[in-house]
């Protein structure tokens, strides 16, 4: 495991997500890590993270899936490109679509573990295919297309 | 607009869902109603629900998408009946898949709205098509498939 998560590498206007942005107090701050060819994300929920009680609400899993991906797809662009993730020119991506399959309950009282793939990495699309392990079960399993954030959005002049 | 929202009739054990959860003090309280043949729910979100600054990150819109469409399929669901919310048996929903396009970048500082509508419901199925707008502009696009809760999980002996 890396000792920097993918995430550490933003800059600081891009590390306010309320997902994974380190700068946000108020959030869960995700943090990726190589495992081999697999990013991994590990999380505990918090107690009110419920959905049914004893259980985690569906839109905290689809948080980690998207955020994570969103990392993930940047750190495997840097690595198509042969570099490491704190040289120029910046790369980072935003979610352009994301499917999540609950296929299990998942208990709030585990450390969720999820494990991503990457399917394409082309042009500026990165495509992520991941799975929500709680233990050894997968509770939920997420495909997220992840697109290059354009540069103006990482000049501190972001508009639409 | 109904005055009472489909989340104010679940009852007490499935009231604590951080998403729609009247009961979880740290949740969203997203609350859902009917306006005609949609179901509609409003949200603002709060100052640290940013992606990047100025804009909502996509996990909030994906809870929004996810919820709102749990709720909405149960009220589809006694309104295919013909009977109201508060009549037995109770009919409640999880997801068992969710999609969601993000359109454009969404603004932190509007009413989001999300409108609901049908594409199916069958036997324990109701499958969810929604828009999340901000003012006019439709930011993001949502698929849920819902599925009914076992009625185990409703009498207050849940496992899964």
Redesign the interface.
Known sequence: MTERAFQDYYDE??A????C?RL?????HIRSFWEGDEAVTRFRP?P????????V????I???I??HSTGAAAAAAYRAEGREMDTEPPLRY?????????L??TPLDAELVVRARFTEIKGRKVVVASSLYAGDVECARGEAVCVQ?PDH?LEGT?S?
Not at 16 to 19: D, L, R, S, T, V
Not at 24 to 28: A, K, P, T, V
Not at 48 to 55: F, K, R, V
């Open positions: 206007q891009v306010h997500c309320y997902g942005g946000n107090e108020h959030g869960l918090r009110y993270h419920t959905a049914i009680p004893g259980y609400y569906g839109g905290l689809a948080s980690l998207d955020c935003v979610t352009a679509s994301l499917k999540v399959d609950y299990k309950p954030l959005w972001a639409p």
